[in-house]
């Protein structure tokens, strides 16, 4: 796990004055990485690095010989068109790099002449999905989920047996992931109308978003070969926020036995920037289970995981309307939650993952499933907000919703902010539904 560091000294200024405003999503003590290339340009997308309200171009600064020692070679992977050879490099380069740019994006920095012209501004580019992701993974990790939307189906036994055992997963899609900014069209499949006992094929009648985050493979494993648990987040490069946008109705008909299947596959939407797992090291908080509670079986368990293994993120769902666009009225809040509510922490799955001989590889995601809290105002998804569509959500402006519309957008954010720490931000994760296809 990683330890807190010179990187996190909470009174760290850069010469790049936004990244030092108050609220600041990318301070001097985040870093995340992106791949991007100016907007509308034909350039090649590259590596970046957030900084204020500005990118700094990593290969524009390794040619300007600013890397040395460990880092440099980091920097050199760090700027090709997608990052998974910096992935596969592991957290002692991924350090490196890391502390290479605070050092030089510091107050003092003799580097900042070489760098300036390195900087462009994010309100100028486009990004891509920053790996080539070989496998997606979608977990199923927050009990307050997993109970709501059971209860829906199953009110006398909402939550299955297995749940509290071990981390549910099913695979998922890679090819349809997008980066923020994704308008796909409403997905259509078979469903069952109300009253009726044959299925019609349509276009979706109960689209749903899901709160989640996604979890980047590093370093991957050998084919047969686990990992253990207390050296699992060695091979996690950081995290980003993801929503994998659900056909309800879709799903409701297809997934038994094997689960979902074209009620996932349509679009999965993530934020463009990794937030590296030792930029959230001064946010970790202590991973419990309920005495009460099934306990994990040993390959789950750890001091270490105990102690240290949940992350305070703060996450949100907001529902932007094309009615609030026309009229430029603020989007509306869905809910907020916290990451510490998961059941399961990122250590625990992917040591489930590799745990029956799965190879993980770089550039591999996993989605943490939807992350919903105890309260009801913190459910991750309009099913639960709803409670199965019978209850809809007053937007004001004489607007409810029930499931999505057509031209509806859903942002998510995130942020951690503890006392003693710098507040940092994962940026913003937007997608938007456009009409079905005839």
């Known amino acids: 796990m990683n330890k807190i560091n010179e990187t996190h000294a909470p009174d760290l200024r850069s010469w790049v004055g936004s990244a030092n405003v108050a609220g600041c999503d990318f301070p001097i003590q985040n870093l995340p990485f992106a791949v991007f290339r100016r907007r509308g340009s034909s350039e090649h997308f590259r590596g970046g690095v957030a900084i204020g309200d500005q990118v700094l171009d990593i290969g524009a600064a390794h040619q300007a ?12 992977h760090a700027a090709s068109s997608s990052l998974n050879s910096l992935m596969a490099m592991g957290p ?19 580097e900042q002449e070489q760098l ?20 997606y993974t979608d977990m199923y990790t927050s009990v307050y989920h997993a109970t709501n939307v059971g209860r829906l189906f199953r009110p006398d036994n909402p939550l299955m047996p297995n749940f509290k055992w071990l981390p549910i997963g099913y695979h998922g899609r ?35 978003y899901e709160l989640e985050l996604g979890i980047w493979v590093g370093t991957g494993n050998t084919l047969g070969k686990s990992v253990p648990l207390d050296e699992a987040e060695r091979h996690l490069f950081g995290l980003c926020l993801l929503n994998d946008w659900s056909a309800r109705d879709i799903q409701a008909w297809e997934y038994q036995p094997l689960g979902p299947f074209l009620a996932k596959s349509f679009a999965t939407t993530i934020s463009p920037w990794i937030i590296t797992m030792e930029a959230l090291a001064p946010y970790r908080s202590a991973w419990t289970r309920e005495a009460g509670d099934p306990q994990p079986l040993a390959y789950l368990e750890s001091t270490g995981n105990r102690e240290f293994g949940a992350f305070d993120i703060c996450i949100e769902a907001w529902l932007e309307t094309s009615a609030m666009r026309e009229t ?19 250590a625990q799955m992917l040591a489930h993952h ?28 309009l099913i639960e907000l709803t409670q199965g569509g019978k209850l809809p959500v007053d937007l004001g402006l004489g607007q ?36 079905a296809l005839d």
């Open 65 to 76: 010989g600013v890397f040395q020692g460990e880092a440099a070679p980091a920097a050199a």
């Open 354 to 381: 590799t745990s029956g001989g799965c190879n993980l590889n770089p550039g591999d995601l996993l989605g943490s499933g939807t992350q919903s809290g105890p309260g009801e105002s913190e459910a991750g998804a």
């Open 116 to 135: 300036r012209n390195c900087l462009i501004a994010q309100e100028q580019v486009e990004y891509t999905v920053p790996a080539r992701i070989g496998d």
């Open 328 to 346: 430029e009225s603020a989007a509306h809040r869905l809910s907020h939650s916290n990451f510490k509510h998961s059941y399961w922490s990122v």
């Open 400 to 435: 409810s919703r029930t499931f999505l519309e057509d031209g509806d957008a859903v942002i998510l954010r995130a942020w951690c902010e503890r006392e003693g720490a710098a507040r940092i931000g994962f940026g913003e994760c937007r997608g938007e539904v456009l009409p």
């Open 92 to 110: 002692r380069a991924w350090s490196a790099l890391r502390l290479a740019l605070s050092r030089m994006l510091r107050t003092d920095s003799p």
């Open 174 to 208: 890679a090819s349809s992931i997008a980066v923020s900014g994704q308008r796909f069209h409403r997905p259509k499949g078979q469903i069952v109308p109300p009253g009726e006992s044959s299925p019609i094929f349509t276009p979706c009648r109960r689209l749903d």
